[in-house]
């Protein structure tokens, strides 16, 4: 098999002011970007301010009308797979996420998701909720995930500590993101080979 390279976005899944998104979003991306296995990009939500959902169609069936969404789309388009970094709000997404989620469709076919959370239980009622969504962009979600639980949100957010205090999320970082490259080469070779 020839040796492919996929482009992964790396997606800040919060925008409110003061958020804690960037922190591990950047921190993936910096893991990432030392691996010579795969590209990376990272994607601010904040850079891609679309309404709440307002077409007439969904992006299924009809090319969305709104501008920014266009260029989410376009955005998205390059993209072998996606790793979406989450808050946790209500148990549930983010509403800006899934927003970005329901405003493209075909960018996302047949590529792998995978998720990092953050919060109380590591976002990981979010987390699942993302998985049912992408199945239905037809996405393949990773069982692998990064899961950034209360003692580690707390200490890296409010009592000084860094990732590197917590090795475990570096594994896990790794184990995601090989999973996602795997994921990501197949599918690509897949896709291209239509
Ligand atoms: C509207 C709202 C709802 C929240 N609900 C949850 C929740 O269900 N579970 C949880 O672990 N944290 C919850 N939190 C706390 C978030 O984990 C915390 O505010 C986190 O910093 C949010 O991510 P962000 O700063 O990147 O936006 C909630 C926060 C907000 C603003």
């Known amino acids: ?18 958020r804690f998104g960037e922190k591990p979003a950047h921190w993936i991306h910096k893991i990432a970007a030392k691996r010579q296995d795969l590209t990376v990009q990272l994607i601010d939500l904040r850079d891609h301010k679309m309404p709440f959902f307002e077409e007439a169609a969904a992006p299924s069936w009809a090319p969305v009308k709104n501008a920014a969404a266009q260029t989410w789309a376009e955005t998205l388009a390059p993209l072998d797979g996606i790793i979406a970094v989450t808050p ?39 987390v699942e909720q993302l998985r049912l969504v992408a199945i239905e962009l037809q996405m393949a ?51 291209d080979a239509k």
């Open 141 to 191: 979600p990773t069982r692998s995930a990064v899961h950034i639980g209360m003692a580690e949100f707390l200490g890296i957010w409010q009592q000084g500590k860094t990732f590197e205090d917590f090795p475990h999320l570096e594994q896990a970082a790794n184990a995601l993101l090989d999973d996602i490259v795997w994921w990501a080469a197949v599918l690509k070779q897949a896709r």
């Open 1 to 18: 098999m020839a040796i492919i390279k996929p482009h992964i976005g790396i997606i800040i899944g919060s925008t409110r002011e003061g």
């Open 88 to 126: 946790e709000y209500n148990h549930g997404p983010s509403a800006v996420l899934k927003n970005a989620f329901d405003y493209a469709y075909k960018e996302y076919i047949r590529k792998p998701i995978g998720f990092v959370g953050y919060g109380g239980v590591g976002a990981a009622r979010a």
